[in-house]
């Protein structure tokens, strides 16, 4: 099974960038599409983003035009590109493969 681990996580202010990755092992990586998650404190874990093996993506109305994400099979990673950042945003990110592995998830923080 695809194992998997984040990175890219910290603090920014609103208004600022950040990109997460997800790094895959396994040479199954890039057969699945890829999703990423958000919990806040309090909150249930929600879908925000995901990506076929072929590039395709759709994201949740709440990141629409803000978030992007993109995959590199060759180096079985995927990323999210999060420009605009909100204090809404601060959250724990999590990667998850269709074939069910998740991610250990990296803290976004945005805050003044």
């Known amino acids: 099974q695809v194992q998997l681990v984040e990175s890219g996580g910290g603090l920014v202010q609103p208004g600022g960038s950040l990109r997460l990755s997800c790094a895959g092992s396994g040479s199954s990586f890039s057969i699945y599409g890829m999703a990423w998650y958000r919990q806040a404190p309090g909150n249930e874990r929600e879908w925000i983003a995901s990506?076929?093996?072929?590039?395709?993506?759709t994201y949740a109305d709440s990141v629409k035009g803000r978030f992007a994400t993109t995959r590199d099979n060759a180096k079985n990673t995927v990323y999210l590109q999060m420009n605009n950042l909100k204090v809404e945003d601060t959250a724990v990110y999590y990667c998850?493969?269709?074939?069910?592995?998740w991610g250990q998830g990296t803290q976004v923080t945005v805050s003044s």
């Open positions: 990506i076929t093996r072929g590039g395709g993506t």
């Open positions: 998850k493969s269709f074939g069910g592995a």
